[in-house]
């Protein structure tokens, strides 16, 4: 898969994310593929009742943004979690 192929296909489950990371082009969508990465684990946190679901609805637009950011071949980062780095 190429870059942008890649960069979408991560944020689409987290089966496409392992996908991506497996099949696809690691170094080209490093960058989606980690924004991928830190909104699933952090859309879990959206199981926490009362204000869970307000983080869920901010994840959701977070994940909207990341895919647009993707199809767009933009590396833009989402906002409150783009900062953070868990692949290097």
Same mark, same amino acid.
């Given at each position: 898969?190429?870059?942008?192929?890649?960069?979408?296909?991560?944020? +689409?489950?987290? %089966?496409?994310?392992?996908?991506?990371? !497996?099949? =696809?082009?690691?170094?080209?969508?490093?960058?989606?593929?980690?924004?991928?990465?830190?909104?699933?684990?952090?859309?879990?946190?959206?199981?926490?009742?009362?204000?869970?679901? +307000?983080?869920? %609805?901010?994840?959701?637009?977070?994940? !909207?943004? =990341?895919?647009?950011?993707?199809?767009?071949?933009?590396?833009?980062?989402?906002?409150?979690?783009?900062?953070?780095?868990?692949?290097?």
């Amino acid at each position: 898969m190429d870059k942008k192929t890649t960069g979408i296909v991560a944020y +689409l489950t987290w %089966i496409g994310l392992v996908i991506a990371f !497996v099949a =696809g082009d690691k170094e080209g969508a490093k960058f989606h593929l980690n924004q991928a990465l830190v909104i699933l684990l952090f859309s879990l946190l959206s199981v926490i009742p009362c204000i869970g679901w +307000l983080w869920g %609805i901010f994840m959701i637009v977070c994940w !909207v943004m =990341g895919l647009i950011a993707a199809i767009n071949e933009e590396e833009k980062p989402v906002p409150l979690l783009g900062g953070i780095k868990l692949l290097k």
